[in-house]
């Protein structure tokens, strides 16, 4: 079935360092999401984004933490800078019509904040 | 806010015997909220495994089965005899109509001994 790809799969970045996950949604797909899930907890949204724009974001989503889609590209979340509570599994999700259509899900990349 | 509770963290279970892993969700919006279960297999990205978005209904899907009971606000997922390849992580889920991100319960560990 359709994949969303996140490269890389593991990430360990010094505190205070930028870094940038990088998403393959679903090719047609407009919709684009990050989740977050801390270790034992729940997946938490973080941010959706459509046409270009964030079109919402949870308490979570900081102002160091941003998203875009550069032509098209790879849907990326940076993180600049980093802090030690930012060490999670990032997922990234996609789908072709809003959150009312199936979200397809990657498989996550791990961020080790040290 | 809104919320979904799943009990079991982790479950272990002999091959060909009943698994029941149970969801109940916290009903503070207005409305109905669609209902979902999503798996991760070893290895795999988050995927669908089946969802119900009308109360009473009855979901299925590879052999799981899934009721939408509004009056208990539960969402229990069960299957009649499982597999060694049902060893996965399952994730009961929730939408309400109008709302920005799916959310998410804590996940169950399903561990399915030979």
């Given at each position: 079935?359709?994949?969303?790809l996140?490269?890389?799969?593991?990430?360990?970045?010094?505190?205070?360092?930028?870094?940038?996950?990088?998403?393959d949604?679903?090719s047609?797909?407009?919709?684009?999401?990050?989740?977050?899930?801390?270790?034992?907890?729940?997946?938490?949204?973080?941010?959706?984004?459509?046409?270009?724009?964030?079109?919402?974001?949870?308490?979570?989503?900081?102002?160091?933490?941003?998203v875009?889609?550069?032509?098209?590209?790879?849907?990326?979340?940076?993180?600049?800078?980093?802090?030690?509570?930012d060490?999670?599994?990032?997922?990234?999700?996609?789908?072709?019509?809003?959150?009312?259509?199936?979200?397809?899900?990657?498989?996550?990349?791990?961020?080790?904040?040290? | 806010?809104?919320?979904?509770?799943?009990?079991?963290?982790?479950?272990?279970?002999?091959?060909?015997?009943?698994?029941?892993?149970?969801?109940?969700?916290s009903?503070?919006?207005?409305?109905?909220?669609?209902?979902?279960?999503?798996?991760?297999?070893?290895?795999?990205?988050?995927?669908?495994?089946?969802?119900?978005?009308?109360?009473?209904?009855?979901?299925?899907?590879?052999?799981?089965?899934?009721?939408?009971?509004?009056?208990?606000?539960?969402?229990?997922?069960?299957k009649?005899?499982?597999?060694?390849?049902?060893?996965?992580?399952?994730?009961?889920?929730?939408?309400?109509q109008?709302?920005?991100?799916?959310?998410?319960?804590?996940?169950?560990?399903?561990?399915?001994?030979?």
């Open positions: 079935g359709p994949k969303v996140q490269i890389p799969s593991h990430q360990i970045i010094d505190m205070g360092q930028m870094v940038t996950l990088n998403c949604p679903v047609n797909h407009l919709y684009f999401y990050w989740y977050k899930q801390i270790l034992g907890q729940q997946m938490e949204f973080l941010v959706n984004f459509y046409n270009g724009k964030v079109m919402e974001k949870s308490k979570l989503f900081k102002d160091q933490f941003s875009e889609r550069p032509d098209g590209s790879y849907f990326t979340l940076k993180i600049q800078p980093t802090a030690l509570e060490s999670a599994v990032y997922f990234c999700a996609s789908s072709s019509d809003g959150i009312n259509t199936e979200v397809f899900f990657g498989k996550g990349t791990r961020l080790t904040v040290v | 806010g809104d919320s979904v509770t799943q009990t079991e963290g982790q479950v272990t279970v002999s091959e060909s015997k009943s698994l029941i892993i149970n969801c109940t969700y009903a503070t919006s207005i409305g109905y909220p669609n209902l979902f279960w999503y798996v991760r297999y070893p290895g795999e990205g988050l995927q669908l495994l089946l969802k119900v978005i009308t109360a009473g209904q009855k979901g299925s899907s590879r052999g799981f089965e899934a009721t939408y009971n509004k009056e208990a606000t539960s969402f229990h997922l069960q009649a005899s499982v597999q060694e390849s049902d060893s996965a992580v399952y994730y009961c889920a929730l939408i309400y109008g709302g920005r991100a799916l959310i998410f319960g804590t996940g169950t560990t399903v561990s399915v001994s030979p």
